[in-house]
């Protein structure tokens, strides 16, 4: 039987890539192959969901499959390079070092390392998968010789989703890690702008971890002093899924400011709780939110404030742009990826080896 494995440099609970492995190792096993996860750090509560990187090159033969995901520099690349198979990438995007270069050294220099991973990789596969049409276009210019996209599989379920309902005053969010290119510190002077002239007691939680990022955090506190408005930012850091959920649920906004994200997932959970989205126009958020948020182009804080004010204040503006998510939500649903995995073992000429062949449908 030909298997399909999956290689990832980490596999840890909540994140974003470790969910995409997850749900396609289902996908691959539910279409008849043989498929199991590969990690180098295994993240003790998913022991047995995974396998050490270094027992995948015994285990497949030239006719299987792997797939590296790729977003960060990582030791696993060099196993991937050696494989004796067939090689697929699928690239999450990589943040470009200079984000990280003040804030965090070693990050940048894994970013870096990541880029050169890319560059020697991207010509030796058979294909490339990218999160987005932004990430599969850095896949053909580093030289990829077939690219496809298939956005990542998201696992909504864990954040048991429901129409927000906001108590109390406006309350804006957005859930990322605190980093440079997620310019959390721009939402803080937006917060300030909608302070100062029109919603007074408006607040912003910042979900997210801050790993390596921690004169960042620092940071934003600071500016949030600053600008008189700490009483009204949260930094929680990084929450489990039951609280993220229910601060999800008790937001009225979700608001982005990012420079750079490949995908975007923080956008498909803020439409689950039945979120208008408000984002900044940048790389891949613009494919991602389709017509179902606003899209501003400026970094103007006092824009951003109008705009948000009015979604809070017009009803019938909020509830299209509520049904649009909804709507756009259907585009990444279980019924979405499998259409999109079957294009993949078709693009690999692997349908009816694994079991019946796959066709697409929906």
Same mark, same amino acid.
């Given at each position: 039987?030909?298997?399909?494995?999956?290689?990832?440099?980490?596999?840890?609970?909540?994140?974003?890539?470790?969910?995409?492995?997850?749900?396609?190792?289902?996908?691959?096993?539910?279409?008849?192959?043989?498929?199991?996860?590969?990690?180098?750090?295994?993240?003790?509560?998913?022991?047995?969901?995974?396998?050490?990187?270094?027992?995948?090159?015994?285990?497949?033969?030239?006719?299987?499959?792997?797939?590296?995901?790729?977003?960060?520099?990582?030791?696993?690349?060099?196993?991937?390079?050696?494989?004796?198979?067939?090689?697929?990438?699928?690239?999450?995007?990589?943040?470009?070092?200079?984000?990280?270069?003040?804030?965090?050294?070693?990050?940048?220099?894994?970013?870096?390392?990541?880029?050169?991973?890319?560059?020697?990789?991207?010509?030796?596969?058979?294909?490339?998968?990218?999160?987005?049409?932004?990430?599969?276009?850095?896949?053909?210019?580093?030289?990829?010789?077939?690219?496809?996209?298939?956005?990542?599989?998201?696992?909504?379920?864990?954040?048991?989703?429901?129409?927000?309902?906001?108590?109390?005053?406006?309350?804006?969010?957005?859930?990322?890690?605190?980093?440079?290119?997620?310019?959390?510190?721009?939402?803080?002077?937006?917060?300030?702008?909608?302070?100062?002239?029109?919603?007074?007691?408006?607040?912003?939680?910042?979900?997210?971890?801050?790993?390596?990022?921690?004169?960042?955090?620092?940071?934003?506190?600071?500016?949030?002093?600053?600008?008189?408005? =700490?009483?009204?930012?949260? +930094?929680?850091?990084? !929450?489990?899924? %039951?609280? /993220? @959920? $229910?601060?999800?649920?008790? &937001?009225?906004?979700?608001?982005?400011?990012?420079?750079?994200?490949?995908?975007?997932?923080?956008?498909?959970?803020?439409?689950?709780?039945?979120?208008?989205?408000?984002?900044?126009?940048?790389?891949?958020?613009?494919?991602?939110?389709?017509?179902?948020?606003?899209?501003?182009?400026?970094?103007?804080?006092?824009?951003?404030?109008?705009?948000?004010?009015?979604?809070?204040?017009? =009803?019938?503006?909020?509830? +299209?742009?509520?049904? !649009?998510?909804? %709507?756009? /939500? @259907? $585009?990444?649903?279980?019924? &979405?990826?499998?259409?999109?995995?079957?294009?993949?073992?078709?693009?690999?000429?692997?349908?009816?080896?694994?079991?019946?062949?796959?066709?697409?449908?929906?």
């Amino acid at each position: 039987m030909t298997a399909i494995h999956q290689l990832l440099p980490v596999f840890s609970p909540g994140d974003a890539i470790g969910q995409a492995a997850h749900r396609m190792r289902s996908a691959f096993r539910e279409a008849g192959f043989a498929s199991e996860i590969f990690a180098e750090e295994i993240h003790q509560h998913l022991l047995k969901e995974a396998r050490a990187a270094g027992e995948l090159g015994g285990r497949v033969g030239a006719r299987d499959v792997v797939v590296y995901h790729l977003s960060i520099g990582a030791p696993s690349a060099q196993i991937f390079a050696g494989l004796r198979c067939r090689r697929v990438i699928v690239y999450h995007n990589i943040t470009p070092s200079p984000y990280y270069r003040t804030t965090s050294p070693r990050v940048a220099y894994w970013l870096d390392q990541g880029r050169r991973d890319l560059a020697r990789l991207a010509p030796v596969v058979e294909l490339g998968i990218g999160d987005s049409a932004y990430n599969a276009a850095e896949l053909r210019a580093a030289g990829c010789p077939a690219t496809m996209v298939i956005p990542p599989p998201v696992d909504l379920a864990r954040l048991s989703p429901h129409p927000a309902r906001p108590a109390g005053p406006p309350r804006l969010i957005f859930v990322s890690r605190l980093a440079p290119n997620k310019r959390q510190e721009e939402l803080i002077r937006v917060l300030a702008a909608l302070r100062a002239g029109w919603q007074q007691e408006a607040t912003l939680v910042l979900p997210g971890g801050w790993n390596d990022t921690e004169a960042y955090a620092a940071g934003l506190r600071r500016l949030s002093m600053e600008l008189g408005v =700490a009483g009204a930012v949260e +930094l929680p850091g990084r !929450r489990s899924d %039951r609280e /993220l @959920g $229910d601060l999800y649920a008790g &937001a009225t906004v979700a608001v982005c400011a990012s420079a750079h994200e490949g995908f975007g997932m923080h956008l498909l959970e803020a439409w689950a709780f039945d979120l208008p989205v408000v984002a900044r126009a940048a790389a891949a958020v613009p494919e991602t939110v389709g017509d179902a948020g606003i899209l501003l182009e400026t970094d103007d804080p006092l824009v951003w404030a109008a705009v948000i004010d009015r979604v809070i204040r017009d =009803a019938p503006l909020r509830h +299209l742009l509520i049904e !649009r998510g909804r %709507r756009r /939500l @259907g $585009d990444f649903s279980e019924a &979405a990826l499998k259409v999109r995995v079957a294009e993949l073992l078709n693009r690999l000429d692997l349908s009816g080896q694994g079991g019946p062949r796959v066709a697409p449908r929906g």
